[in-house]
């Protein structure tokens, strides 16, 4: 039972009964769930984590890349790039490029504590993807994949 007092039926549950996009969004929020609950131990969030990852590939990303590689909102990021750049996690600079654009960049700190709570979140990947054998696990992958596809097409 999800919410609501005991006894009482679970109206959510019953609207998504046999929809695909909620038991997507159901094993989705679970994810995240468990991830959060992984990373707290290193101070971070999940996008904060998302966006520290990407930064350590990269040269640096502005806001905007990052918000949509991280697929939040403009504002979202901007809440995240504050807390992480308070936190010395990142560094932010004009861009040599576009003075309007400011360019994030991990800072050695940022990079150390990534790398540990990355770990982690491996840790919870490893330990979903060992619920599946190796031909469910490709499959799974698979159905995944093709779904993506299928929604990303225009009509």
């Known amino acids: 039972m999800t919410g609501g007092?005991?006894?009482e039926a679970d109206p959510a549950g019953a609207v998504g009964a046999g929809r695909l996009g909620h038991t997507i969004k159901r094993a989705e929020q679970a994810l995240i769930a468990r991830k959060t609950r992984a990373?707290?131990?290193f101070g971070l969030t999940v996008p904060q984590y998302a966006v520290l990852l990407l930064l350590s590939?990269?040269?640096g990303m502005s806001a905007a890349q990052l918000a949509r590689a991280c697929m939040v909102t403009p504002q979202t990021m901007a809440t995240v790039?504050?807390?992480l750049a308070r936190s010395a996690?990142?560094?932010?600079?004009?861009?040599?490029?576009?003075?309007?654009?400011?360019v994030n960049r991990i800072s050695e700190s940022g990079r150390e504590l990534v790398t540990r709570a990355d770990r982690a979140a491996l840790a919870v990947e490893g330990a979903l993807a060992a619920e599946f054998g190796d031909h469910e696990l490709s499959a799974f992958e698979s159905y995944l994949e093709r779904a993506i596809a299928a929604l990303d097409t225009e009509e």
Request: aromatic residues 0%; neutral net charge; without cysteine.
């Open 39 to 41: 990373l707290r131990e």
């Open 5 to 7: 007092t005991p006894g």
């Open 81 to 83: 790039l504050a807390n």
């Open 89 to 102: 996690l990142i560094e932010r600079v004009p861009s040599t490029l576009h003075q309007r654009v400011t």
């Open 57 to 59: 590939t990269s040269e």
